[in-house]
């Protein structure tokens, strides 16, 4: 039995799975950001689930910074949703603060994904 593992085969699969992985993401974030659109929490889960399961395998290749990139998107935008909940008391500033946060989320998503597309880390 072979157990070489063609280094071609696994960026291959690491790319299949952060390409995977940042569609959901894109999807939670576009239902965030448009009125009526609203993506299910399930698939931001999925999404997060994916990158804490497979980011050993990506340990020491340039995707490892994509799957840092995303877990600590989704852990940021989520403690600054929560911190800024007790707005929504007041109806506008809670609308303006999630929907800076749905912004910045979705930037973070297709900023990560144009640096996956093109074979390069995620900045920093």
């Keep these: 039995m072979n157990d070489v593992i063609d280094s071609g085969e696994r960026d291959r699969s690491l790319k299949t799975v952060g390409t995977v992985s940042y569609l959901l993401h894109a999807i939670v974030a576009v239902g965030a950001v448009l009125p009526g659109v609203q993506a299910s929490v399930l698939l931001l889960?999925?999404?997060f689930a994916i990158d804490l399961f497979k980011r050993e395998d990506a340990a020491g290749t340039w995707q490892a910074s994509h799957f840092s990139w995303r877990i600590r998107s989704v852990l940021w935008a989520g403690g600054l949703y929560l911190l800024t909940a007790p707005l929504w008391l007041l109806i506008l500033p809670g609308?303006?603060?999630w929907v800076l946060i749905s912004l910045w989320f979705l930037y973070r998503i297709v900023r990560g994904w144009l640096a996956l597309s093109n074979n390069q880390p995620t900045p920093g």
Excluded: F
Aim: glycine share 0%.
């Design 45 to 47: 889960l999925i999404a």
């Design 95 to 97: 609308w303006i603060a």
